[in-house]
T-cell receptor, first 108, second 113 residues
């Protein structure tokens, strides 16, 4: 069993819909990261969280340390949001342990 | 200016060859990493250096040897390439060992034929 589990694996939405991607982890962590991998392959760091909630534009990330759970929300989704979203954690040190990713497709 | 740059972007080579992938960061970060993304798109740590010192060395065949001449560069040399080495290799850097400011390179797609 992977230390970081994401759901769903695949998600298809219509433009404008509110989207939620979930991440659960089984180890003690120092931080949780949300990453976005574009169809071209590049990886961008969206958020690094150790508690509470962060917001950037239409993206919101929350974390519940007690429940070992994080969510990434996208409001008013757009086709350009189509990408793979990856949850990753840092437990000891700065190495990232990754979830398997959620493939998001937003249709116009 | 690209923050973390990897070269080459694509690499096609025959089994048994030796190849290198170069990585440079201009962010002033102290820590650099190599990650491997397999055919199922799963990412896994390979190596990490902090100020030229090796701090993470996962269970990777010793055909893979990282080299960090200075804290801005982390190169990956692979000897005797095998078919199973085909993957996308990502270089990354972070401000420090606390993982602030994680920044990834654009990846190197290695295909071994």
């Amino acid at each position: 069993k992977n230390e970081v589990e994401q759901s769903p694996q695949n998600l298809t939405a219509q433009e404008g819909e509110f989207i939620t991607i979930n991440c659960s982890y089984s180890v003690g962590i120092s931080a949780l990261h949300w990453l976005q991998q574009h169809p071209g392959g590049g990886i961008v760091s969206l958020f690094m969280l150790s508690s509470g909630k962060k917001k950037h534009g239409r993206l919101i990330a929350t974390i519940n340390i007690q429940e070992k759970h994080s969510s990434l929300h996208i409001t008013a989704s757009h086709p350009r949001d189509s990408a793979v979203y990856i949850c990753a954690v840092t437990a000891s040190g700065s190495r990232l342990t990754f979830g398997e990713g959620t493939q998001l497709t937003v249709n116009p | 200016d690209t923050a973390v740059s990897q070269t080459p972007k694509y690499l096609v080579t025959q089994m048994g060859n030796d190849k290198s992938i170069k990585c440079e960061q201009n962010l002033g970060h102290d820590t650099m990493y190599w990650y491997k993304q397999d055919s199922k798109k799963f990412l896994k740590i390979m190596f990490s250096y902090n100020n030229k010192e090796l701090i993470i060395n996962e269970t990777v065949p010793n055909r893979f040897s990282p080299k960090s001449p200075d804290k801005a560069h982390l190169n990956l040399h692979i000897n005797s390439l095998e078919l199973g080495d085909s993957a996308v290799y990502f270089c990354a850097s972070s401000q420090d060992r606390q993982a602030y400011g994680y920044t990834f390179g654009s990846g190197t797609r290695l295909t071994v034929v």
